[in-house]
Every structure is written in structure tokens, then in C-alpha cells.
């Protein structure tokens, strides 16, 4: 039974969907946005948002203030018609300070004042590099020879050029090897983990469907790998594996299938299936559990009539058994293919995407970016490709699966 | 009584190779944790039994490397994590699986795809925004927490409360009943199964995240249980004695969940995946 829905319903629906915009869909709008900009957070000039060209008033009057201090400590050294000029100099600046100490913030300026700006920053560079610059002072040091330069080219960085760079970001993402090596790593480790967990799981669950004793104990143990966090497995994984003290890593070595102990965490072959096998084994009893339920909504009838029928086990598998679970196979291969493309926590604690890289998957490599380098825009634009590839994944998946995946079941 | 035929003897090797695989690491954790660092590092790594079995990890990690903190900030976090999305979900997941309106099918599809999407997408604009809020390392972590269980929860509510029949609810309408009363009367005592056992799952997924709690609690003292452990590593040795020694410590809160509701839990994976 369907009623229709009343405002005084939609107030139940209302912090859902607060949530879904405040912290779904605006950060996936902002991530959008970061990525068509030249977006870092450790550069005052590209620290934001710039369609146009702006002007960063604080930077100016800092500037402008060790100009004439820089100018202080070296007019000493100078002869007295330079001191005049450079008196002069300073003059002006300070007079420019004072015209635009009311802009204290990165903003928009109108095109005159932009232009007087660049002008003022021209002029008094030509008019003091060219007493720096004098043959007069060959033989002089001035304190701030180096600095000089220096400060007026910051002075020159006032004036904020645009940093939106529309669709650069992917250009230069399409062009980028490691993006789609990253791609590539990220792929075979969802096929080859999803594959073997499907089949592990599907004889697992076919296992616990019988009324055996004890099962509930099996299912018991099965759900603790998959409880405990990512994070402290992949340690447990990590000490396993160790090159010198891990055990597992030792007994692969000696069982002949590693040349060294240390090749399981130092090759990036042996560091893949070493993150493959870690994801296996946290995973195959959640994948067993979830085809459990579907192989649970099978009518028995059905296996008592093919039993009768003389059916064997191996053809009433595959005759019975594997088509009536599709629907819940597919969805459960959806929901891990998925879960194993955003993998993050296991192979960043596992490898850190290690070694050479050949272990970094898409998440990782957008977090380097963004976290560690404070690229948001072009980290923004890798994240953006991963968002595709999970929509193209999705989009195969409800092909094959039909629509229905989230029809309603009421209606 | 039926002999055994080959097949069920390579199910039985195939149950006891399963069980000895997940349960040996552990076995495997908490054996090194009472190694002394000589017995790791020396003639004794692969031995099952220390010469010198020894607390001393245990303490250096409870007193030391303040894992008993993070116990503390994750239980407190999942918990608030748990009770807000818990109403949450089940408020909205009444009237999806209730009521007929204009783009209900939308919503449902939105709540399916976030639940799917790489969640690296949201942390570039959440840190920034948390920045700007000086919410950075606070209990406001368990916002954004939402927008990972939120999904998974309505989704298992769902399931459960379109089992509960409809014509209780006519009846309670017709006594009087506003929807708030119908819902908290009604439909939460029958469909409590269910709500628990997404409530369940919500406290496990909060306990365990990883990427917010890196990125927004990088503080010591506000670090999770997961971020704490892995943080462990990035000091200039590797003492594995003390990381199995925190890994076994946090792995009884898990454990001790998953005895006492093994029930919901497997209640809750199932409902999430079955597709009648």
C-alpha cells in the first residue's frame, strides 16, 4: 500500500536531504569547481578563485614597506644626487601606500587603478635598479643587492593574474602517465580481489546454507576480519609481510613462491598480491554473507522437485541455483567492485602506493595531490576522473543487471 | 546416518582452511604482542611461545601512545555518529518506503550512488570547509561522517519497514494518530529488529573510517583508533610489538560487538543486498 505524501511527511525527509546536499553534493560541486582552476594552498597567487585579474592590497603595503626599508639601509652607500633620487622614490611609494591602504584584501580593482598599479611597479624598479645596476658602485656593497630584486618582483606578484584555466586540468590528466598507470593499478586490483572473493565467498555461502552444526560459529569468526577497521588489519598485513620478521612472508619463501622474504613488500608485483590476498581475506565472508541472503529467498521446492527430476548437485548449481541468485550476485558484485575502486586505507597503510608508485591506485594519488603537494586543482581534476570511471562501472553493471536494481518493490 | 561423500570431505578441508586463514592472524597478533623486541627481532621471530613473555608493549601503548584516547574519541564518535544518523535514516526511510511523491526514485537512486561514490571526491572542500569553520580536530567530524552510513541506513530500514503490515498503520490513523506517533508507536517497536541492526552497522562503518578522521582529526589527541595505530609506523623504528600489541587491544571492542550481535550484523549485511 502507497499513500500519497504531505508536507507534514516531507518534514521527515528533510535532515536527509540537508545531509545529502551539505555534505554530498555541494563538496562534490566545490571538487568540480577546484578542478577547473589552478587551485594550491601554499601560494598566496593562486589561493583562490581568480576569473579576473585582482589585487592583493595587504601583499602591497608589506611590500612597499621593506622597499623603503631596503632603500634606508642602503642610501648611506650612495652619492648625494642618488640619495635625492632615491628619496624621491620612496616618496612615491609611500604615497602609493597610502592611496590604497583602504584595499586590505585579495580583490577586484578597476582597470585605471590596475593600470596605475603595474605603471608604479615599472617606474620605481627602472628608477632603482638603475642606481643598484650604476657602474658608480662597482666596488660598493649595498646590504640589499639580492633583496632588491627580489622584493619588487613579489611587488610584481601583487597583482593576482587569473588562475582559472578551464578545461587545462584534464588535458593535462589525459596526458599523464601516472594517472593511467594509476588507473590500470586500480583496476587490477578491484578485478582480481572482487574475482576471488566472488568465488571464495559464493563456496562459502553455499557451505553455510546447509544445516550443518556449528555453522553459526563459522559465520561468527567470518564477520571479524571484515569488523576491524582497514586500518589496523592492514598493519597486521604490513608486519606479516615484513622483509625481515614477517611470517607469512616467510613461509611464501620458503614454500618457493617469493625468491626473498623481503620481494613481498619491495617489488611492486609482490606488493600488489600482497594487498590482493589482505583484501581477500577481510572481505570474502562479507561477499559469502551477502549471497547467502540471496541463496537464502531461493524456493526449496525447487530443489526437491529437481532432486526428483534426478538432477545432480553440479547441474542443479547451475541450472537452478546460479540463475535465481543473478540478481543478488550482481548486487553484490556492484557494491564491492565499487567499494574496491575508492580503496584508500589498505594499500596507503600497506604500501603507500609503493614501491616506484606501482601499488598507487587513484585515491592515493589524489591525496598525495591534494594533501601533500596542496594542488587542489589538479587533484580535484584526478578525483573528478575517478568519479567517471565509477559511473561508467555503475552504468555496465545496471546494463547488465537491468534498471531494476532500484525499482521499487511497491510499486 | 548418510556417509560422507567426497564432496562434503572437500567441504569440511575447505571450512577448516577458511577458518584457520581468518582466524590465524590474530592468533599470529597477539603472540607477538607478549615477544620482547629481542624475541621479535632475533632467533625467536617465527617462534609460537616468547622464552620471555612480557606486558610490556601492552603498557607502553596504553600509557605511552595514547591508544586508550583514541578508544575514547572513536566511541564517542561513533556513538553520536550512531544516534543522529540511526533517526536520521529511519525518519526518511519511513516515507521512502511508505508514501508515493515526485521524485521518490530519484532520491533513492541519489541515495544509492552516494553510498557508491569514492568518497575522495568530498574531503578537498570538507577540510576546506572545516577549516574556514575551525571545526578542524572537534567532535564536528561526525557531520560529515553521515554522508558515509546515512545511505547504508536507509537502505536496511527500508527493507524492514516495508515488512511491517500496512493495515496496523491504517488502524493507528484512524484512532488518531499524527505520523510522528504512528512511526515512534507503530512502526519503530515492530521494525526495531531492523533499526538495530543498521544501527549496528553504522557504529562499525563510524568505528572504522579512516580517510575523514586522517584528514580532519590529525591532532594526537583527536586521532581515531585507525588513524592512531597506522600513525604508529611513521616513527623512525618500527615496533611491532607495540602495533600488534594496540592491534589486539582494539580488536576486543570489535570482537565483543560482533559476539553479542552477530544476529543484527548478519541481518543487516543480508538486507542490504538482497534484491527480491
Redesign the interface.
Same mark, same amino acid.
Given at each position: 500500500m502507497v499513500k500519497r505524501m504531505t508536507l507534514k511527511q516531507f518534514v521527515f525527509i528533510i535532515p536527509l536531504l540537508v545531509f545529502i546536499g551539505v555534505f554530498s553534493f555541494y563538496p562534490i560541486i566545490t571538487s568540480f569547481m577546484y578542478s577547473l582552476f589552478d587551485y594550491r594552498n601554499n601560494d598566496q597567487s593562486y589561493n583562490g578563485f581568480f576569473i579576473s585579474e585582482q589585487f592583493n592590497g595587504s601583499l602591497f603595503q608589506e611590500d612597499c614597506k621593506y622597499v623603503n626599508y631596503f632603500l634606508d639601509a642602503d642610501k648611506m652607500l650612495m652619492d648625494e644626487a642618488d640619495q635625492a633620487e632615491i628619496s624621491a622614490v620612496q616618496e612615491d611609494v609611500t604615497a602609493m601606500m597610502e592611496k590604497y591602504a583602504d584595499i586590505t584584501d585579495t580583490e577586484k580593482i578597476s582597470d585605471s587603478q590596475m593600470t596605475e598599479i603595474k605603471e608604479f611597479n615599472r617606474d620605481i624598479r627602472e628608477r632603482i635598479m638603475a642606481v643598484y645596476d650604476s657602474d658608480k658602485y662597482a666596488g660598493v656593497e649595498f646590504y640589499n643587492a639580492e633583496n632588491m630584486p627580489a622584493i619588487l618582483d613579489n611587488l610584481d606578484s601583487t597583482i593576482v593574474t587569473s588562475n582559472f584555466v578551464g578545461l587545462t586540468n584534464y588535458i593535462n590528466l589525459a596526458k599523464d602517465g601516472r594517472f593511467w598507470a594509476d588507473v590500470g593499478h586500480t583496476l587490477l586490483f578491484t578485478v582480481v580481489s572482487v574475482f576471488f572473493e566472488f568465488i571464495l565467498g559464493l563456496c562459502l555461502a553455499l557451505i553455510m546454507n546447509q544445516s550443518i552444526r556449528g555453522i553459526g560459529a563459522i559465520r561468527t569468526m567470518g564477520l571479524i576480519p571484515w569488523a576491524i577497521p582497514t586500518a589496523v588489519s592492514a598493519m597486521m598485513w604490513k608486519y606479516m609481510y615484513d622483509g625481515d620478521f614477517g611470517v607469512v612472508a616467510h613461509i611464501f619463501n620458503k614454500l618457493g613462491l617469493i625468491d626473498t622474504q623481503a620481494s613481498m613488500l619491495m617489488t611492486p608485483d609482490g606488493a600488489m598480491a600482497s594487498a590482493i590476498i589482505a583484501d581477500i581475506w577481510k572481505t570474502t565472508p562479507y561477499m559469502a554473507l551477502l549471497l547467502l541472503a540471496g541463496l537464502q529467498v531461493i524456493d526449496s521446492g525447487l530443489y526437491e522437485a529437481a532432486s526428483i527430476d534426478g538432477s545432480g548437485k553440479v547441474g542443479t548449481f547451475f541450472r537452478i541455483t546460479l540463475p535465481l541468485m543473478k540478481p543478488s550476485i550482481m548486487v553484490a558484485l556492484l557494491f564491492r567492485t565499487l567499494d574496491s575502486f575508492r580503496v584508500f586505507d589498505l594499500l596507503t597503510i600497506l604500501t603507500g602506493g609503493g614501491p616506484g608508485n606501482g601499488t598507487e591506485t587513484l585515491s592515493i594519488y589524489s591525496n598525495k595531490l591534494i594533501f601533500s603537494q596542496s594542488n587542489y586543482g589538479y587533484g580535484s581534476a584526478v578525483v573528478i576522473g575517478m568519479f567517471v570511471c565509477v559511473a561508467i562501472i555503475a552504468f555496465i553493471y545496471m546494463k547488465v543487471l537491468g534498471a531494476d536494481v532500484i525499482s521499487d518493490k511497491t510499486a | 546416518m548418510k556417509k560422507k561423500t567426497a564432496?562434503d570431505w572437500a567441504?569440511l578441508v575447505? =571450512?577448516i582452511l577458511?577458518?584457520f =586463514? +581468518? /582466524?590465524f592472524?590474530?592468533l599470529?597478533?597477539v603472540i $607477538?604482542s607478549f615477544k620482547t623486541d629481542a624475541d621479535?627481532?632475533g632467533a625467536a621471530?617465527?617462534a609460537l611461545l616468547s622464552a620471555h613473555p612480557t606486558i610490556e608493549n601492552y603498557i607502553a601503548v596504553i600509557f605511552d601512545k595514547g591508544v586508550l584516547n583514541a578508544i575514547k574519541n572513536s566511541l564517542i564518535i561513533a556513538a553520536l555518529t550512531t544516534v543522529y544518523v540511526t533517526i &536520521?535514516?529511519s525518519?526518511?526511510a519511513? %516515507?521512502?518506503?511508505?508514501?508515493?511523491?515526485k521524485g521518490? $526514485?530519484l532520491? #533513492? /537512486?541519489? =541515495?544509492?550512488?552516494?553510498s *557508491?561514490?569514492?568518497? *575522495?571526491?568530498?574531503?578537498?572542500?570538507?577540510?576546506? *570547509?572545516f577549516y574556514q569553520l575551525g571545526w578542524l580536530n572537534s567532535y564536528m567530524i561526525t !557531520?560529515?561522517y553521515?554522508?558515509i552510513t546515512?545511505p547504508s541506513a #536507509?537502505w536496511i530500514m527500508m527493507t524492514h519497514f516495508?515488512q511491517v503490515p500496512?493495515s496496523l498503520e491504517e488502524a493507528a490513523k484512524m484512532d488518531g494518530c499524527?505520523?510522528w506517533k504512528t !512511526?515512534w508507536k507503530i512502526i519503530f517497536p515492530i521494525a526495531a529488529p531492523g533499526i538495530f541492526a543498521s544501527a549496528i552497522l553504522t557504529f %562499525?562503518s563510524a568505528?572504522?573510517e579512516? !580517510?575523514l578522521s586522517l +584528514?580532519l582529526n590529525s591532532d594526537v589527541s583527536w586521532m581515531s #583508533?585507525? /588513524?592512531r595505530?597506522?600513525s604508529?609506523?611513521n616513527e623512525y623504528t618500527i615496533y611491532?610489538g607495540q602495533? &600488534?600489541a594496540a592491534?589486539a587491544l582494539? &580488536?576486543i571492542p $570489535?570482537?565483543i %560487538? @560482533? !559476539?553479542l550481535f552477530?544476529k543484527q550484523? @548478519?541481518s543487516g549485511?543480508?538486507?542490504?543486498? #538482497?534484491?527480491?
Amino acid at each position: 500500500m502507497v499513500k500519497r505524501m504531505t508536507l507534514k511527511q516531507f518534514v521527515f525527509i528533510i535532515p536527509l536531504l540537508v545531509f545529502i546536499g551539505v555534505f554530498s553534493f555541494y563538496p562534490i560541486i566545490t571538487s568540480f569547481m577546484y578542478s577547473l582552476f589552478d587551485y594550491r594552498n601554499n601560494d598566496q597567487s593562486y589561493n583562490g578563485f581568480f576569473i579576473s585579474e585582482q589585487f592583493n592590497g595587504s601583499l602591497f603595503q608589506e611590500d612597499c614597506k621593506y622597499v623603503n626599508y631596503f632603500l634606508d639601509a642602503d642610501k648611506m652607500l650612495m652619492d648625494e644626487a642618488d640619495q635625492a633620487e632615491i628619496s624621491a622614490v620612496q616618496e612615491d611609494v609611500t604615497a602609493m601606500m597610502e592611496k590604497y591602504a583602504d584595499i586590505t584584501d585579495t580583490e577586484k580593482i578597476s582597470d585605471s587603478q590596475m593600470t596605475e598599479i603595474k605603471e608604479f611597479n615599472r617606474d620605481i624598479r627602472e628608477r632603482i635598479m638603475a642606481v643598484y645596476d650604476s657602474d658608480k658602485y662597482a666596488g660598493v656593497e649595498f646590504y640589499n643587492a639580492e633583496n632588491m630584486p627580489a622584493i619588487l618582483d613579489n611587488l610584481d606578484s601583487t597583482i593576482v593574474t587569473s588562475n582559472f584555466v578551464g578545461l587545462t586540468n584534464y588535458i593535462n590528466l589525459a596526458k599523464d602517465g601516472r594517472f593511467w598507470a594509476d588507473v590500470g593499478h586500480t583496476l587490477l586490483f578491484t578485478v582480481v580481489s572482487v574475482f576471488f572473493e566472488f568465488i571464495l565467498g559464493l563456496c562459502l555461502a553455499l557451505i553455510m546454507n546447509q544445516s550443518i552444526r556449528g555453522i553459526g560459529a563459522i559465520r561468527t569468526m567470518g564477520l571479524i576480519p571484515w569488523a576491524i577497521p582497514t586500518a589496523v588489519s592492514a598493519m597486521m598485513w604490513k608486519y606479516m609481510y615484513d622483509g625481515d620478521f614477517g611470517v607469512v612472508a616467510h613461509i611464501f619463501n620458503k614454500l618457493g613462491l617469493i625468491d626473498t622474504q623481503a620481494s613481498m613488500l619491495m617489488t611492486p608485483d609482490g606488493a600488489m598480491a600482497s594487498a590482493i590476498i589482505a583484501d581477500i581475506w577481510k572481505t570474502t565472508p562479507y561477499m559469502a554473507l551477502l549471497l547467502l541472503a540471496g541463496l537464502q529467498v531461493i524456493d526449496s521446492g525447487l530443489y526437491e522437485a529437481a532432486s526428483i527430476d534426478g538432477s545432480g548437485k553440479v547441474g542443479t548449481f547451475f541450472r537452478i541455483t546460479l540463475p535465481l541468485m543473478k540478481p543478488s550476485i550482481m548486487v553484490a558484485l556492484l557494491f564491492r567492485t565499487l567499494d574496491s575502486f575508492r580503496v584508500f586505507d589498505l594499500l596507503t597503510i600497506l604500501t603507500g602506493g609503493g614501491p616506484g608508485n606501482g601499488t598507487e591506485t587513484l585515491s592515493i594519488y589524489s591525496n598525495k595531490l591534494i594533501f601533500s603537494q596542496s594542488n587542489y586543482g589538479y587533484g580535484s581534476a584526478v578525483v573528478i576522473g575517478m568519479f567517471v570511471c565509477v559511473a561508467i562501472i555503475a552504468f555496465i553493471y545496471m546494463k547488465v543487471l537491468g534498471a531494476d536494481v532500484i525499482s521499487d518493490k511497491t510499486a | 546416518m548418510k556417509k560422507k561423500t567426497a564432496f562434503d570431505w572437500a567441504c569440511l578441508v575447505f =571450512i577448516i582452511l577458511f577458518l584457520f =586463514i +581468518t /582466524v590465524f592472524p590474530f592468533l599470529w597478533i597477539v603472540i $607477538t604482542s607478549f615477544k620482547t623486541d629481542a624475541d621479535i627481532h632475533g632467533a625467536a621471530t617465527y617462534a609460537l611461545l616468547s622464552a620471555h613473555p612480557t606486558i610490556e608493549n601492552y603498557i607502553a601503548v596504553i600509557f605511552d601512545k595514547g591508544v586508550l584516547n583514541a578508544i575514547k574519541n572513536s566511541l564517542i564518535i561513533a556513538a553520536l555518529t550512531t544516534v543522529y544518523v540511526t533517526i &536520521t535514516a529511519s525518519m526518511s526511510a519511513y %516515507i521512502i518506503a511508505r508514501f508515493r511523491f515526485k521524485g521518490r $526514485t530519484l532520491l #533513492v /537512486v541519489i =541515495i544509492l550512488g552516494v553510498s *557508491m561514490f569514492p568518497q *575522495m571526491i568530498l574531503i578537498g572542500p570538507i577540510f576546506n *570547509m572545516f577549516y574556514q569553520l575551525g571545526w578542524l580536530n572537534s567532535y564536528m567530524i561526525t !557531520l560529515p561522517y553521515g554522508c558515509i552510513t546515512l545511505p547504508s541506513a #536507509v537502505w536496511i530500514m527500508m527493507t524492514h519497514f516495508r515488512q511491517v503490515p500496512a493495515s496496523l498503520e491504517e488502524a493507528a490513523k484512524m484512532d488518531g494518530c499524527s505520523p510522528w506517533k504512528t !512511526l515512534w508507536k507503530i512502526i519503530f517497536p515492530i521494525a526495531a529488529p531492523g533499526i538495530f541492526a543498521s544501527a549496528i552497522l553504522t557504529f %562499525i562503518s563510524a568505528w572504522n573510517e579512516y !580517510l575523514l578522521s586522517l +584528514t580532519l582529526n590529525s591532532d594526537v589527541s583527536w586521532m581515531s #583508533v585507525p /588513524v592512531r595505530i597506522a600513525s604508529l609506523q611513521n616513527e623512525y623504528t618500527i615496533y611491532w610489538g607495540q602495533i &600488534t600489541a594496540a592491534a589486539a587491544l582494539v &580488536t576486543i571492542p $570489535t570482537l565483543i %560487538i @560482533v !559476539l553479542l550481535f552477530q544476529k543484527q550484523i @548478519v541481518s543487516g549485511i543480508a538486507s542490504g543486498g #538482497v534484491k527480491e
